[in-house]
């Protein structure tokens, strides 16, 4: 390991959790990360478990990656989440920079800034993804495009793989069901991925039906380094 990724690898990021395999979130068999910690706080966001910010979910970035790898070995490529990643545009570069080292896939980030916002204050950072996807969640935009929660939000294609993956038909909407992967911590199940307009509800509903008892959790990956 060089000195430079010796030094992003002690860099410290905050994450809420990590999943293996994600299917809904991008091309592929992907590793999904959550950052922890959002300012935005998107109404109608599936999510709202990663907006608080606290010190015990940090994490060096080198740690993380040496605990992902088995899963990056096989994985068509990583997304970010959140919580709001850029928020974090540091950690986040360091996060992306050792990835890069690690695996030949697309790196893949979601945003809930705005493009002309990450252009402008996260120059350095914007240029490392294959694809990001920017803007806001706005739960009165229906969604009907690949990969969006709201039609608002835009694709952008960085690299030539990020275009080769992500073409102009990821622009067009889509018909039929979404898919959903479930990811268990431990009693505590995640959906993941976008589901369509309204089927959040109706989820919920159906699972308390069924005995199922419904609650807001969150999960943390603390360094055992970092006082709680």
């Not at 599936?46 to 015990?56: A, C, K, Q």
């Not at 102009?168 to 959906?191: K, M, N």
Request: with cysteine.
């Amino acid at each position: 390991m060089t000195i430079r990724a010796a030094a992003l690898s002690r860099r410290r990021i905050a994450i809420a959790r990590a999943h293996f395999p994600v299917t809904t979130l991008g091309y592929g068999r992907r590793v999904g990360i959550w950052t922890q910690g959002c300012t935005i706080r998107c109404c109608g966001c599936m999510s709202t478990d990663t907006w608080p910010r606290l010190r015990g979910d940090m994490v060096e970035v080198g740690n993380l990656v040496q605990s992902l790898r088995p899963w990056l070995a096989t994985a068509d490529g990583v997304t970010v989440s959140g919580g709001e990643p850029f928020e974090q545009p540091a950690a986040l570069a360091a996060l992306l920079r050792i990835l890069r080292l690690e695996i030949s896939g697309d790196l893949f980030v979601y945003s809930g800034m705005t493009w002309e916002r990450l252009v402008a204050e996260y120059p350095d950072v914007v240029g490392l993804p294959d694809v990001i996807m920017s803007e806001p969640y706005d739960a009165s935009i229906t969604g009907t495009l690949p990969f969006r929660g709201s039609d608002n939000q835009r694709l952008h294609r960085l690299t030539p793989l990020g275009a080769l993956r992500y073409p102009e038909s990821f622009d067009e909407p889509v018909e039929g069901v979404r898919s959903l992967d479930v990811a268990t911590v431990g009693e505590t199940a995640f959906l993941v991925g976008i589901p369509m307009d309204g089927a959040r509800p109706n989820f919920r509903r159906r699972l308390r039906d069924d005995g199922f008892a419904i609650e807001s959790v969150r999960t943390i990956r603390p360094d055992p380094g970092v006082e709680p």
